[in-house]
Structures are given as structure tokens and as C-alpha cells.
């Protein structure tokens, strides 16, 4: 592929809801450019940008490819996003290296959750963005109603720059709003001037005056005239829309149809005249060595700078760092160092990905979107700079997994290939995480929703050979006490030769701490137990409070006092008074007023007000007990409470279905509290047919 200046690249993201028309969009662009012969459909699974098997099959993005397309002498790198909550990760991951969004909205179903999500993330990094309505083939397509409904969320920044022509139900040309000139296309599919339809002029009108005012906003010169009566010329609109698209206080709107690729070629020219090139953009980062911040703002003759923010692990194509040139040009064989890792070598080659195609290059200039091969020990969000000039960039802000299942391989003897394929996978995905809750012998895995989980797993399976399951995560309930005991135990056993002896007496009431599993003193006088049993009767402590009398839950809480006892000269033994101790804690527990302790979560969720009725009800079915609700006066109320843990699970998903995905939510651990009598009840009844199973075996 051609090598391209920063000032001939443009960095584009494709956002919206899941199904808007994303991937057909880009299939669309990339064939009237002449990077493909056919256009692919994703029901046919041939498009360039969905490639993986679970992407063909599942008929969605999964995944953020890079799709470079040229036009008029200029590279567009289109980055194809996700529109499906479960990989917000990738989204966050392609956002921080754009420098320009397109908002895909489906002129069928018009503004949903997504539109709304992909708007607010462009606030959140300040992004220039065009609003692109697909599906105007579709006869109950409304381009009118989306861009209503967007000037009723977001004002006067909504410029429409055309309008759909129909006729017989369909659609068969557009309006130019800035020029006031209408074309429609011919039976070859080329663009010929026409007459604006009568019945056009008065919606010509209704978006004239909204582009109008768009424009007066942008001058205080511009307002007094609109104000006095006065027409911009189409210079003066074109240039206010350059300045004031690129920096986004601006938002055209323009509509097309992906399949019939009709309104692709002006939105490539929109492309290349309103949004900023790289140079156009700011970019910087710290260096390490002088601790100064250092202003790498695309610069193609500052020293060589990059950031990882993607990478692709593949066991048939290998792995992958897809980087943006913050500064510099790289070039083969470039020596490059990392000093997360410190670690330095050369990139060897370079390439540029075409949805899973990657093309090599010579160079890349600052600002244009490549790929590294087998970079070591490099991971995504890392900095690449060189040793001289060592910088680090900011690292891009994934989302935390919050929905946890346990899993397990489902074949025996799989537990090495899974874990290595699951490094593999967290590689790609950084909102896939895995605990190991040794308290409560099982594995976790965590993702942003069940949906990433179950693709995660036929990804194992398809792209890994191994097999897990997946079930409901064990909840870590644990064991103390109220009441207070007095008890004690005489451990003696004979058996031929030297016997085994221990007895104590010990005192047990809570310690008020519930950080702290127990705390052990003695009060032993006379030499009652000798001194060097102490450390045996707290080593059975220490063994006794891993499992609880009541369910096998570990303990908690517990103050314990050795103040008597006896020992035999011949016969006593650490191992004999370990015994004893662990023996009187159980005994100990079961007579001061034992209980289940539940773990409580710190739960925050965000959600818009008119769900807010909803979600509250259902936390009162959940025994939350909510603590706070704020509103932030944009529609969106902020709720806290405390919630136990065994309420979480599948909570992502009933706050989803609650608040039509708009929804989001965050927690912790807070602390423990005593569970309910009949929610103690089913977790010993649960507990004790299991021990007694495993026991079976």
C-alpha cells in the first residue's frame, strides 16, 4: 500500500447502536473506492470488516477492525466498532486513536441507546463527529423524524446537510441543503441534477433554517446578521462548517443507503473537506526521563513515538499491535523502546491491517494507523518511543467487568490449554479478567455481559480446541459468632506405644472485627499447657476457621482464649493440642449463638430518570437498601445502595432489559452482615448436600 503524509490521513470511527448499518457502511465506502470488486453482506458473511467465525455466525461485530479506505487521494481509516454493549471495550480501545466519529443511526428505527452512548463518548474525548442516516431505501425509513429527535436532544449543534427525495416509495435522489440543489441517480447509478420536488420545499425549508441557525451560532457576526434577515453565501457556510465541524460545536447530518450505495460518494467527500487531519489534533504525553510533558501533537519530524491501542492474538495468523504514529515515521527495522517493559527491539516489519489482511508498508507517517508483528512482551495501551526520548501517553480508560461466572474445563487434563488461552484472549480483550477465589475453590471470569461470556466460550472452543463450562459463581457466605462460650476438649488416643494428649480450655466471644478471621490470647497459670503448645493450639485454630460448623464457610470474628488445660509428660504432642483446639472452636462456636455472615456489595448505578421507578422497585424485591439518589439535571439520576452479593448475579442483564440498555452499573465489596434466617437456612441445606456428596465420592 501507498505510504501517506499525516496531512492526507483522516482517523474515522463508526459508532452507533448494534444493526444500525456500521459494517454495510463500510462495505459500501470500500467498493466505490476500488478497494473491493463486490460489495459483501453480512448475512452472506463476506464483508471485509466482520471476519471472525463468531462475527459470521452471530451476524454482528464483535471485534474493532481497521478498514483503510482511499479517496481522492487521501487515506480514510475507518475503524468498525462494535455496537453491542458486551464489547464496549473495543469501542474505548478505537475511540482513543480517532480523530473523527461518524454516528451511524438507522433511519428505520431512529435514535436508540447506542446513538445516545456513541454521542457521549464523543463528548468525552471532544470528538468531531457526523451524524449518517442508513437504510433510506426502506420505505418507513424517516429522515426527518431522526433529525428531529436529534435537535431535540442536542440542539442547534444538529446541522442537516440533505434531505431524501422519494417517489413510488422510493428513495431515488437527494436534496443538497447548503447548495439548495437537488440530484438523483440515473439507471447506472450516476448523479444527475434535477428539480427540488415541490412537496420538498417546505422540509428544505425547516432544514435550511436549522443549518442557518447552526451557522449564526458559530459568530457573534454571523448571529447579527442571521438576526438582520441576511443569507450566508455557500463559501461562508462551507468555511463555518470546516471550523466548527472540526472542533464539534457543529454536527451535520446526512443520509444514505449502505445497500444501494447510494450517498456513499458524498459522504467520502464530507470525510476528507470537514474533519481534521492528525496535525489538526493535539497529542501528548509525558516523558519519563525529564518527567516534562511532552507535545507530540502528530509531528512528523519530532522523534518517533507510537501507542498500542489494540491487539490481535490469533493461533492460525499470530499476534498482532495494531499502534497510531503519535510523532515521527516509523520505518522497517526501526529500533523501538518500551518502558513499561524496558525492553527495546527492532519492529522488524510494518504493516497495515484491511479488516484481517495485513499489508505491508515501508514507513508509517505520524498520525496513520498501523500494525507490529510479534512485538515482545508489549501489551495494548503500552507506549513505544526510543531510549532517548522515552514517552508515555496516557492510558485508554477500559470499562471494568462486572458479570462473573464460574467455569470449569469440561475435559479433564484441559486446565493448562485453557488458562493459555485464556492469557491469549485477555491479550485481545481487556475487559475479560480472571480470579482465582481460592477461599472458595473455584475459578471466575469476568466480562461487561453474559453475551461476551458465551462468545468467549465458542471462541475457546472453536479457535482453541479446549471446553469450559460455565455456571453460577459460588457466593463467599461465611461463619461467627453472637454469643459467647466457655468450652473444652480432651484429645487422647492410644494406640499402642506413645499415645497422643492434649486437652484444653478455652473461652470464645466475638472479637468485634470482622477483618480478621480470629484473634488468639492465653491466660494459662501454673504451667497448666506448657508454653510450646501455644503455637500448636493456634496452628488448629488456624485450621478450624477455614471451615466453619455451620456450612463449611471460613470464620470470622472470633476472640479465643486459652486459660486452662493439661498435658502428659510422655504422651502430649503439637499435633495432639493442634487437634484439641480445632475441635474445641467447632464445639466452641456451636454453643455461642453461631450465624451466616453475606457478603454486601457498594452498588452505583447510572441510568436515565424515566427508568428510575423501575430499578428502585426491583432493588426493594433484592433487599437492597438504597442510600442515596442524585439527579444530575440532564435526565440522568446517579442511585447508591447496598445490595448483597448473592443478588448480583445476572444483574447486568436485569438492568438492561429494566432501562432498554441505557442502564449502567458498578460495585464493590463493602463489608459482611448477618443473613436472613431463611436465606441461612437454604445455604446450610445447599451446603450440607453437598459435603455429603463429595464425600459420597
Known amino acids: 500500500m501507498e505510504v501517506f503524509t499525516t496531512d492526507r490521513i483522516r ?3 463508526l459508532l452507533g447502536h448494534g444493526g444500525a448499518g456500521k459494517t454495510s457502511l463500510v462495505e459500501a465506502m470500500a467498493y466505490l473506492s476500488g478497494m473491493t470488486t463486490r460489495m459483501g453482506k453480512i448475512s452472506d458473511g463476506n464483508t471485509i470488516s466482520d471476519f471472525d467465525k463468531e462475527e459470521i455466525k ?3 461485530s464483535i471485534h474493532t477492525s481497521v478498514v483503510p479506505v482511499i479517496w481522492d487521494n487521501t487515506k480514510i481509516n475507518f475503524l468498525d466498532t462494535p455496537g453491542y454493549f458486551d464489547f464496549v471495550g473495543e469501542v474505548e480501545e478505537a475511540v482513543s486513536v480517532a480523530d473523527a466519529a461518524i454516528i451511524v443511526v438507522s433511519g428505520k428505527n431512529g435514535i436508540e441507546v447506542g446513538t445516545k452512548k456513541a454521542w457521549d463518548i464523543c463528548e468525552k474525548y471532544n470528538l468531531p463527529r457526523m451524524i449518517f442516516v442508513t437504510e433510506m431505501d426502506i420505505d418507513n425509513a424517516s429522515f426527518r423524524q431522526v433529525v428531529e429527535d436529534l435537535q431535540q436532544l442536542y440542539g442547534k449543534r444538529i446541522a442537516p446537510f440533505h434531505l431524501p427525495i422519494r417517489e413510488n416509495e422510493k428513495f431515488v435522489g437527494y436534496i443538497n441543503v447548503v447548495r439548495k440543489s437537488a440530484q438523483r441517480w440515473n439507471d447506472k447509478g450516476e448523479v444527475v441534477e434535477c428539480e427540488i420536488p415541490e412537496y420538498s420545499q417546505n422540509n428544505l425549508g425547516i432544514c435550511t433554517d436549522a443549518l442557518m441557525e447552526a451557522v449564526a451560532e458559530t459568530s457573534e457576526e454571523f448571529m447579527e446578521r442571521y438576526f438582520n434577515g441576511d443569507e450566508f453565501s455557500e463559501n461562508e457556510i462551507r468555511q463555518a462548517l470546516r471550523v466548527n465541524v472540526a472542533d464539534a460545536s457543529m454536527v451535520p447530518v446526512s443520509m444514505g443507503s449502505s445497500i444501494l450505495a447510494q ?4 459522504l467520502l467527500d464530507d470525510i476528507i473537506k470537514y474533519f481534521p487531519s492528525p496535525d489538526k489534533r493535539s497529542c501528548t504525553g509525558i516523558n519519563a526521563k525529564s518527567n516534562e510533558v511532552y507535545s507530540a501533537d502528530y509531528d512528523f519530524s519530532k522523534p518517533k513515538s507510537a501507542y498500542i491501542f489494540k491487539t490481535i492474538v490469533d493461533p492460525f495468523i499470530g499476534k498482532y499491535s495494531l499502534i497510531k504514529v503519535n510523532s515521527g515515521v516509523l520505518k522497517t527495522d526501526d529500533l523501538l523502546f518500551n518502558h513499561h517493559r524496558d525492553t527495546e527491539g527492532r519492529i522488524g516489519k510494518l504493516y497495515v491491517m484491511c479488516g484481517s489482511k495485513p499489508q505491508e508498508v515501508p514507513e508509517l507517517h505520524a498520525g ?11 501489551m495494548t495501551t503500552d507506549s513505544l518511543s526510543t531510549r532517548a526520548n ?13 458479570t462473573g461466572m464460574r467455569y470449569k474445563a469440561k475435559n479433564k487434563g484441559d486446565e493448562d490449554k485453557i488458562s493459555q488461552a485464556l492469557q491469549k484472549i485477555m491479550q485481545e480483550d481487556l475487559t475479560i479478567k480472571t480470579v482465582n477465589d481460592s477461599a472458595n475453590h473455584q475459578t471466575l471470569i469476568y466480562g461487561i455481559g453474559e453475551q461476551q461470556l458465551e462468545v468467549l466460550v465458542e471462541t475457546l472452543k472453536n479457535k482453541y480446541k479446549v471446553e469450559i463450562e460455565l455456571s453460577r459463581p459460588k457466593v463467599a457466605f461465611r461463619e461467627t459468632i453472637r454469643g459467647t462460650s466457655d468450652v473444652e476438649y480432651k484429645y487422647k488416643k492410644q494406640s499402642g506405644g506413645h499415645g497422643q494428649y492434649g486437652h484444653v480450655k478455652m473461652r470464645f466471644s466475638p472479637s468485634g472485627n470482622l477483618e480478621e478471621a480470629y484473634e488468639f490470647s492465653q491466660e494459662v497459670v501454673g504451667g497448666a499447657v506448657p508454653k510450646n503448645f501455644f503455637p500448636a493450639v493456634e ?3 488456624q485450621e478450624g476457621v477455614q471451615k466453619g460448623p455451620l456450612a463449611a464457610y471460613p470464620v470470622l470474628g472470633i476472640k479465643a482464649v486459652l486459660y486452662d488445660g493439661s498435658y502428659h509428660a510422655v504422651d502430649s504432642s503439637e499435633m495432639a493440642f ?3 483446639a480445632r475441635e474445641a472452636l467447632k464445639k466452641g462456636i456451636l454453643e455461642a449463638k453461631p450465624v451466616l455472615l453475606e457478603p454486601i456489595a457498594s452498588l452505583k448505578i447510572t441510568l436515565p430518570d424515566v427508568y428510575t421507578g423501575d430499578v428502585m422497585g426491583d432493588l426493594n424485591k433484592k433487599r437492597a437498601r438504597v442510600l442515596g439518589m442524585t439527579p444530575d439535571n440532564k435526565g440522568t439520576t446517579e442511585i447508591l445502595a447496598d445490595i448483597p452479593y448473592i443478588e448480583l448475579y445476572g444483574y447486568g442483564t436485569r438492568l438492561r432489559s429494566m432501562t432498554q440498555g441505557s442502564g449502567d452499573f458498578s460495585y464493590q465489596f463493602a463489608r459482611y452482615e448477618q443473613a436472613p434466617e431463611e436465606v441461612a437456612r437454604v445455604q446450610m441445606e445447599e451446603r450440607a448436600s453437598k459435603l455429603a456428596s463429595e464425600e459420597d465420592k
Open 390 to 402: 522515552p514517552i508515555l501517553f496516557i492510558r485508554t480508560s477500559i470499562s471494568e467487568p462486572y
Open 539 to 541: 496452628k488448629g485454630l
Open 11 to 13: 482517523n474515522v470511527v
Open 58 to 60: 452471530r451476524q454482528f
Open 263 to 266: 450517498g456513499m460518494y458524498t
Open 578 to 580: 493442634k487437634v484439641a
Open 368 to 378: 496513520d494507523i498501523g500494525a507490529l508483528a510479534k512485538l515482545s512482551g508489549a
